[in-house]
């Protein structure tokens, strides 16, 4: 939703009069206005506790080596809380980070809601069009460019190969063979198929679009979760778990999902490459080849997985945009993009990174490089990510038992569209 128009106009008058410094060409983190850059930079970093953050944090103090008279204050701000933690700031003018890490639905409406610089012409975005087309994607709203693209993503099925081993099975291709799958891994090991995360609706989305669904369709301006399709993703998802194929939760999935993962007690869940690191800690996963990766099963209409990814964003009303330029452009530079793939198996946004040797011989990115070039785009609107909220709220009812497929469709689909103004 947006603000009123004069708060709105006072924070893009803010980055206005504070963009007007000039570009380099370089692309190696190195860029920067005239003049030696120094100060603080405020970074929110989102990435995951224990793993992540620790190689990013190492990043940026590499950066401060770089330029001995810039301070980067490294916060690391939990992703679930991220989102209204930095409207609420930008929304006060007190407590905004210099740059933020955005998941890449935030950033159409932080840029919508005026609280991010535009970076076109700055050294914030270099060779622009080195960037993956669907990753440059999500970081253009109105015509000009908000942030840079820091990562890019998709899910896919992560299993354990010594159960699928013991239990004599494959690798399911399908909706239906994970349930028959999952049937004689019961039968063989007594260990369950399936962690299916049910307190976020990320995770329903493969689903939906498998049965040839979509939240909306912006083209059109129409809402489609309640769309017939929809209301079949949501008796899947109800069958997976009710046919005992699955478990699930209601809270704290992340932890319930990997732990369960790691300690060997299911065989399956559905995630992406920032898990790797994390799923690699496992008592399971302590020898690495053990751990199997494969596309998400199909529905009966279609394969398909989200588009995801985080961008890196300055706020319009830094204080030190300068250096918050040349911060950006180091943390999303072909270099630091390839150590980044070495370290936490994360997929680079720069086409020039996959020529990198460190990239090249990845096998995580091997499999999910064509699994992100034929993922789902979500509409890049200001109020995609604030599609989730309402979503979740019935996706984990309907696994609880709590509500029908039917209802939560309808449900979900009747708060989208008084969120969406005008839509059909």
Not at 333 to 341: D, E, G, H, L, R
Not at 389 to 412: D, I, N, R, W
Request: with cysteine.
């Amino acid at each position: 939703m947006r603000r009123g128009i004069t708060a709105t106009a006072l924070v893009a008058a803010l980055a206005l009069a504070a963009t007007a410094c000039g570009s380099d060409d370089k692309s190696d983190g190195s860029s920067k206005s005239s003049g030696e850059l120094s100060g603080t930079v405020t970074w929110w970093d989102t990435s995951t506790v224990g793993s992540e953050d620790k190689v990013f944090k190492k990043i940026a103090e590499d950066f401060e080596k770089q330029h001995p008279k810039v301070d980067v204050k490294y916060v690391n701000v939990p992703f679930g809380e991220a989102q209204n933690k930095f409207k609420n700031a930008a929304q006060s003018g007190s407590g905004a980070p210099d740059v933020i890490r955005s998941e890449v639905a935030w950033t159409p409406e932080f840029a919508d809601l005026g609280y991010l610089a535009p970076l076109d012409g700055t050294p914030a975005l270099q060779k622009a069009d080195d960037f993956l087309k669907q990753a440059a994607a999500s970081t253009k709203y109105n015509g000009k460019t908000y942030a840079v693209p820091q990562v890019i993503d998709s899910m896919g099925i992560f299993y354990n190969k010594k159960i699928f081993k013991e239990a004599g099975v494959e690798v399911p291709t399908t909706v239906d063979q994970l349930k028959t799958v999952s049937e004689k891994i019961k039968e063989k090991t007594g260990k369950t198929g399936l962690y299916l995360r049910g307190d976020d609706a990320y995770w329903f989305l493969s689903f939906l679009y498998g049965e040839g669904g979509d939240l909306v369709d912006a083209s059109t301006k129409s809402v489609t979760v309640d769309n017939p399709e929809g209301v079949k993703a949501m008796k899947v998802v109800k069958d997976l778990v009710d046919s005992g194929a699955a478990k699930t939760d209601a809270t704290d999935g992340w932890e319930n999902m990997q732990s369960s993962f790691k300690d060997g007690k299911v065989a399956m869940i559905i995630n992406g490459p920032w898990a790797v690191a994390d799923t690699y800690a496992g008592k399971e996963f302590k020898d690495k080849a053990n751990l199997g990766v494969a596309p998400v099963p199909a529905g009966s209409a279609a394969q398909g997985a989200p588009q995801g990814g985080h961008n890196l964003a300055v706020y319009a009303g830094s204080k030190n945009l300068d250096a918050s330029y040349a911060f950006v452009d180091y943390m999303t530079s072909t270099k630091t993009q390839a150590q980044v793939t070495k370290e936490l198996n994360l997929l680079p946004t720069r086409t020039s990174a996959y020529s990198e040797e460190a990239v090249v011989d990845n096998e995580i990115v091997g499999f999910f490089k064509p699994v992100v070039e034929t993922a789902v785009e979500r509409p890049w609107i200001p109020e995609t990510g604030s599609l989730f909220a309402p979503l979740v709220t019935e996706y984990t009812k309907v696994l609880t038992g709590q509500t029908t497929p039917e209802k939560a469709a309808k449900a979900t689909g009747d708060s989208y569209r008084k969120l969406l103004k005008g839509w059909k």
